[in-house]
């Protein structure tokens, strides 16, 4: 009985480390996302940005209709 408790214990305890681990890798996706994001938010303002001073892009994108 007391060996049934204890592998119990151990396999509880390996779901606790996957689910630890799964959050983590989570957090630093999410992370990266957001820079990753936002360095391409900026590259595209800059882009835009010269070629509307260019005379290029005079207007504004619109969102593609569904």
């Known amino acids: ?6 592998k119990a214990a151990k396999r509880g305890q ?12 989570a ?7 957001k820079a990753v994001g936002t360095q391409t938010t900026s590259t595209f303002d800059n882009v835009q940005s010269q070629m509307s001073s260019a005379g290029v892009a005079s207007t504004s994108p619109t969102a593609a209709s569904s």
Not at 14 to 25: K, N, Q
């Open 27 to 33: 957090i630093v996706a999410i992370l990266v996302v």
């Open 14 to 25: 390996s779901l606790v480390e996957y689910g630890l681990v799964l959050a983590l890798i």
């Open 1 to 6: 009985m007391k060996a049934l408790l204890q």
